[in-house]
């Protein structure tokens, strides 16, 4: 079964623009991670936020955890057109394997 | 260092044939996973293994699948007799001690007509 939720789906941008993309998760988790497929590169890891952290930053990412509302966001600012990838967030099932979510298709333009 | 290699990258199959996808992690990474990823879904957990122990393999469909991990370096996924809700691309990643990021290989795309 799938633990994360991404919305939106799809999201179109002009670059320049900032992108951002929430995740919902069902259960309790040690730590949310974040990570962006595309064609060239495959599967990446972009950044892990732990349960007790609130907010983290990483170059033009920031993500947030809410562990009340089990949810997540991920900013990209000032995003690039070397940004069109899909994104999903990624959470514990308790050891260190990953349970995905759907995942949100970023497309930006030039 | 090398990432995580995979081969073959692309197999057609008819239904009912039978197909092996290899995997070789990282140098030095105990874990490695096998996950599935169907069009359009994120990546499903398969199996993960510790060393050459499964640690979970709850969500692999144990009747046509398989997975070994003999000396705990290189791994082999293995579907037998394959259907055509496997196609899918076959993602194996790996994990170095005590941390949480995984690091995935180029996948096998797979098609079964």
Redesign the interface.
Known sequence: S?Q?EEDPQALSIQEGENATMNCSYKTSIN?L?WYRQNSGR????LI?IRSNEREKHSGRLRVTLDTSKKSSSLLITASRAADTASY?C?T??G?????????TTLSVSS | EAGVAQSPRYKIIEKRQSVAFWCNPISGHA?L?WYQQIL??????LI?FQNNGV??DSQLPKDRFSAERLKGVDSTLKIQPAKLEDSAVY?C?S?GKGG????????TRLTVT
């Open positions: 799938q994360g730590n991670q495959g599967l990446v890891h892990l999903f990624a514990d099932a050891g260190t394997a990953l349970i995905f979510g759907k995942g | 874990t996973y359009g879904q994120g990546p499903k957990l993960q640690v979970d993602l990643a994990i949480y990021e995984q690091y995935f290989g180029p996948g």
